[in-house]
C-alpha cells in the first residue's frame, strides 16, 4: 500500500487550503485515515482522524472548527480541508493508514503506512 499526499503550498492567515491523500494498492474502505504534522523543529503531532465508515471524525484541540477530514471511498482518497489557517500550521502534512485499528486513534504508532509529506506554509 503506498499514499500520496498533496495540495500543499502557501496560503494566507485566515484562508483556506484543501490537502488529499490517495491510496495505492489498497482499498481505502479497509482503513482507518489519519493526517499528522510536523513543524519546524517540533515533533511530528496528529492532526486528525476519520474512521472507516467516516462517521467518527477526530481532531486535535488547536484545529477544531477549522479543520475537516472526509474520506471518498469510491476515489481511494482522503481530505482535510483548513479553513482560517494561521502560522501555528506551517507544517509538513503526512496522511497515514490503519489497517488493524478498530477505531480512530491519535497515536502514530497505529499506522502502518504513511505518505511522503506535503508542505504547508502559512503567510501573516
Known amino acids: 500500500v503506498q499514499l500520496q499526499a498533496f495540495g500543499g503550498g502557501l496560503v494566507q492567515d485566515g484562508g483556506s487550503l484543501g490537502l488529499s491523500c490517495e491510496v495505492f494498492?489498497?482499498?481505502?474502505?479497509?482503513?482507518?485515515m489519519g493526517w499528522f504534522r510536523r513543524a519546524p523543529g517540533k515533533e511530528r503531532e496528529f492532526v486528525a482522524a476519520i474512521s472507516r465508515d467516516g462517521v467518527t471524525k477526530y481532531y486535535t484541540d488547536s484545529v477544531k472548527g477549522r479543520f475537516t477530514i472526509s474520506r471518498d471511498d469510491a476515489k481511494n482518497k482522503v481530505h482535510v480541508q483548513m479553513n482560517s489557517p494561521n502560522p501555528e500550521d506551517t507544517a509538513v502534512y503526512y496522511c497515514?493508514?490503519?489497517?488493524?485499528?478498530?477505531?480512530?486513534?491519535?497515536?502514530?504508532?497505529?499506522?502502518?503506512?504513511w505518505g511522503q509529506g506535503t508542505l504547508v506554509t502559512v503567510s501573516s
Open positions: 494498492g489498497g482499498s481505502l474502505v479497509d482503513y482507518v
Open positions: 497515514a493508514a490503519d489497517l488493524r485499528g478498530r477505531g480512530v486513534s491519535a497515536v502514530e504508532i497505529m499506522y502502518q503506512f
